[in-house]
């Protein structure tokens, strides 16, 4: 299991990373979605999918700002990411190019305990999503407010090495971690072999995110058995959660796995 790391790490920052992510796990629900493509199976009843998420116990929801707002003012629940990456299916060649649009700073006035970006490695605007992933993390540093490193390697420039296994998936923990993240999303490589290479090549958290929908949810938490196996911290999974019938009863699966093992 990877550690949180960082000797210079403040009091503050310490005991919202292990709010987040108790001993180092974590169950956490992205509800982003909403944002970039809608409608979303799900998010059509956002009050009562977040009760259900909170009630069946995640570590963290990793929503929007005008999300946040509301849901916070509405819950005074203290486990809320804010998300400062936005793009929209309505964005043609751009529609993969996240661009920052929150400071650690506002997030953390609207109720939020951590924040998180993204960065789409391989995309044609790659260089404008590091510097913005820079930046919060700068801004984070300042507010003692941990990172999520949403990294995924999907652009058309995306250069896999011929020694890379985890198809480049490794790299974007590498990337996150270099960055200054203190927790990083990433996708499912395949198998535990190459997973293993991605937590071995980074000393932050490592999550897997849960893709699109699946019709068998227990085909999913047996990928997150094997991602737990070969040193994943956990998920950051949302459509297979937020879009199911019952979110609480499929957190509670997950929490089996990720905190009780």
């Known amino acids: 299991m990877q550690e949180v790391v960082g000797q210079s790490m403040s009091g503050d920052l310490a005991n919202r990373l292990e709010q987040l992510l108790p001993n180092g796990r974590g169950v956490w629900i992205p509800i982003d979605h909403g944002l970039s493509g809608y409608p979303e199976e799900g998010l059509d009843r956002m009050d009562s999918v977040i009760d259900s998420i909170i009630t069946g ?4 929801i990793v929503c929007q700002k005008g999300v946040l707002s509301h849901q916070y003012s509405r819950t005074g629940w203290n486990g809320f990411v804010c998300h400062v990456s936005a793009s929209t299916v309505h964005g043609g060649t751009k529609s993969q190019f996240k661009v920052k649009v929150a400071s650690a700073k506002e997030a953390y006035s609207r109720g939020a305990t951590g924040v998180s970006g993204q960065i789409n490695l391989g995309d044609e605007n790659e260089p404008s999503m590091l510097r913005d992933m820079g930046q919060l993390t700068a801004e984070a540093h300042e507010t003692s407010m941990p990172v999520l490193g949403m990294v995924y390697p999907r652009g058309p420039n995306l250069t896999i090495l011929p020694n890379d ?14 960055l200054g993240c203190h927790v990083v999303k990433v996708p499912w490589t395949g198998n535990a072999e190459s997973f293993r290479k991605v937590c071995q090549a980074v000393p932050i958290p490592v999550l897997i995110s849960g893709g699109p929908m699946n019709s068998d949810f227990s085909e999913t938490l047996e990928i997150v058995k094997y991602a737990v196996s070969a040193g994943g911290a956990g998920v950051c999974m949302g459509r297979q959660v937020f879009g199911s019938k019952n979110p609480a009863e499929c957190i509670r699966a997950l929490r089996k796995i990720v905190h009780e093992k």
């Open 165 to 178: 296994i985890t198809g480049g998936v490794a790299h974007a923990a590498r990337v996150a971690y270099e």
């Open 57 to 60: 116990g995640a570590d963290a």
